[in-house]
C-alpha cells in the first residue's frame, strides 16, 4: 500500500533497534521512494545524548544492511542531516514526514516553516514508540545503559529493579 510518492523519515540510528525498524518500516510502507536523514557526527553532537553516538559510517553501514535485508536500498536516499530539518523545505517532490512521537514537534514546526515558503504542507504521520518488555519505550539510551537489548527485551535482573 504505497500512498505516497516520496516520503521522508530521519533520526540518528544509533544501535539500531526495533523502534528504529518499525518507523523506517512503515515509511516504506507509505512511500514509493524514501528520503532517509541520517544525522551527522556534528549534529549527532549538539543533541546532546546522555549517551555516546556511533560514528556516522557505522550508522550509515548498519542502516544501508537493513534496507539492503529487506529489500529495500534500492527505494530509498539516505541523506545526511545537519539540522532538525534537512531537506525538507527545499525538496518539493516529499508529500510526508514519517515521525515517531519523540519527533512529532519538529515535524509541526517544518510543516510552519513551509508554509510561511508558500511550499504545500507535509502530511505528518506520526508512529507510536515501540515499547519493551516493561511497557517503557526502546530507546538507544536505555540500550547502552544496558538495561534492554535492541528488541526491547530487559538485561537488568528482575530482583536489581
Not at 78 to 90: Q, V, Y
Amino acid at each position: 500500500m504505497k500512498e505516497f510518492r516520496r516520503v521522508a523519515v530521519g533520526g540518528t540510528f544509533d544501535e539500531l533497534h526495533r523502534g528504529h525498524k518499525v518507523l523506517l518500516l512503515k515509511a516504506f510502507e507509505l512511500g514509493k521512494t524514501v528520503s532517509v536523514g541520517l544525522c551527522t557526527d556534528t549534529f549527532a553532537e549538539k543533541l546532546r545524548k546522555p549517551h555516546e553516538t556511533a560514528p556516522y559510517e557505522e550508522r550509515l553501514k548498519k542502516l544501508e544492511g537493513f534496507l539492503k535485508k529487506h529489500s529495500l536500498l534500492q527505494r530509498s536516499e539516505i541523506i545526511p542531516l545537519n539540522d532538525p530539518i534537512g531537506t525538507t523545505l527545499s525538496d518539493l517532490g516529499l508529500q510526508a514526514l514519517i515521525v515517531s512521537q519523540e519527533t512529532e514537534e519538529i515535524a509541526l514546526e517544518i510543516n510552519k516553516k513551509r508554509r510561511a515558503l508558500g511550499v504545500p504542507h507535509l502530511v505528518i504521520l506520526t508512529i507510536k514508540m515501540v515499547p519493551s518488555e516493561n511497557c517503557t519505550p526502546i530507546s538507544t539510551t536505555r540500550i547502552r545503559k544496558g538495561e534492554i537489548d535492541h528488541e526491547g527485551y530487559l538485561l537488568i535482573s528482575k530482583k536489581s529493579l
